[in-house]
C-alpha cells in the first residue's frame, strides 16, 4: 500500500494483517515525497511512483532499493519531449510483457517504459480529444492488454488498445462533480 502522507509503503497479507513497511520522507535512495501509485511486476518487483520527488523508484519484494528512473520536467504540451522525466506522476500499471505505464500527470501525458526503466513511448498531451489528457491519475490494463486511464479534469476514463489507439471514453461527471 502506498501511504502517502506518511511517504512509506507498508505492506499486509492476504487478511490484512501487517507485515512490514520502509521508506520516510525525503529526497534520498527509498525515501518519498507523497508516493502515490504501486505496481508490482511479474518478477515480484515493486514499482512506486515518488509523486512530488518526480520518479519512479524500483523495490524487490522485500523493499530494498533496486534502481530509479525520472526527474523533474515540465513538457506539458508535447507528450514526446524529454521522454523519461516527469512532473508529479501519480500511477503505475504493468503489462503481461513486464511493461511498466506511468501517469506523467503534470505533464498530460503516459509513458512507456521496459522493467528496468528503459523508455519506449509516450503518448497524449494536453487537450479534450480522444488520446489527450487533462490531468491523467489513473491507470491500469486489463487482460487482453486494453489500457484505461482515468482523466481528472476531462472528467472521463479513456480506452486505449495495446498499441496506444484511443478506442473509447466514458464521461464521469458525477463522481466528480463537486457541486451538490
Same mark, same amino acid.
Given at each position: 500500500?502506498?501511504? *502517502?502522507?506518511?511517504?512509506?509503503? $507498508?505492506?499486509?497479507?492476504?487478511?490484512?494483517? #501487517?507485515?512490514?513497511?520502509?521508506?520516510?520522507?525525503?529526497?534520498?535512495?527509498?525515501?518519498?515525497?507523497?508516493?502515490?501509485?504501486?505496481?508490482?511486476?511479474?518478477?515480484?518487483?515493486? #514499482?512506486? &511512483?515518488?509523486?512530488?520527488?518526480?520518479?519512479?523508484?524500483?523495490? *524487490?519484494?522485500?523493499?530494498? #532499493?533496486?534502481? *530509479?528512473?525520472?526527474?523533474?520536467?515540465?513538457?506539458?504540451?508535447?507528450?514526446?519531449?524529454?521522454?523519461?522525466?516527469?512532473?508529479?506522476?501519480?500511477?503505475?500499471?504493468?503489462?503481461?510483457?513486464?511493461?511498466?505505464?506511468?501517469?506523467?500527470?503534470?505533464?498530460?501525458?503516459?509513458?512507456?517504459?521496459? *522493467?528496468?526503466? $528503459?523508455?519506449?513511448?509516450?503518448?497524449?498531451?494536453?487537450?479534450?480529444?480522444?488520446? &489527450?489528457?487533462?490531468?491523467?491519475?489513473?491507470?491500469?490494463?486489463?487482460? $487482453?492488454?486494453?489500457? #484505461?486511464?482515468?482523466?481528472?479534469?476531462?472528467?472521463?476514463?479513456?480506452?486505449?488498445?495495446?498499441?496506444?489507439?484511443?478506442?473509447?471514453?466514458?464521461?464521469?461527471?458525477?463522481?466528480?462533480?463537486?457541486?451538490?
Amino acid at each position: 500500500v502506498a501511504d *502517502s502522507g506518511n511517504h512509506r509503503i $507498508q505492506v499486509f497479507d492476504q487478511n490484512g494483517n #501487517y507485515l512490514f513497511e520502509w521508506g520516510s520522507e525525503g529526497t534520498g535512495t527509498g525515501q518519498f515525497s507523497e508516493p502515490w501509485g504501486i505496481a508490482v511486476g511479474p518478477d515480484g518487483s515493486v #514499482y512506486v &511512483a515518488d509523486t512530488w520527488n518526480h520518479r519512479v523508484q524500483v523495490f *524487490s519484494p522485500t523493499g530494498e #532499493y533496486v534502481t *530509479s528512473f525520472g526527474t523533474f520536467i515540465n513538457v506539458q504540451h508535447d507528450a514526446q519531449e524529454s521522454p523519461g522525466n516527469f512532473w508529479g506522476p501519480r500511477d503505475i500499471a504493468i503489462d503481461a510483457q513486464g511493461n511498466v505505464y506511468v501517469t506523467d500527470t503534470g505533464n498530460k501525458r503516459i509513458q512507456k517504459f521496459t *522493467s528496468d526503466g $528503459q523508455f519506449l513511448q509516450a503518448f497524449g498531451g494536453g487537450g479534450l480529444i480522444p488520446g &489527450a489528457f487533462e490531468e491523467p491519475v489513473g491507470i491500469d490494463i486489463d487482460n $487482453q492488454g486494453n489500457i #484505461y486511464v482515468a482523466d481528472t479534469w476531462n472528467r472521463r476514463v479513456q480506452k486505449f488498445d495495446s498499441n496506444l489507439n484511443p478506442l473509447l471514453q466514458w464521461d464521469v461527471v458525477k463522481a466528480w462533480d463537486t457541486e451538490s
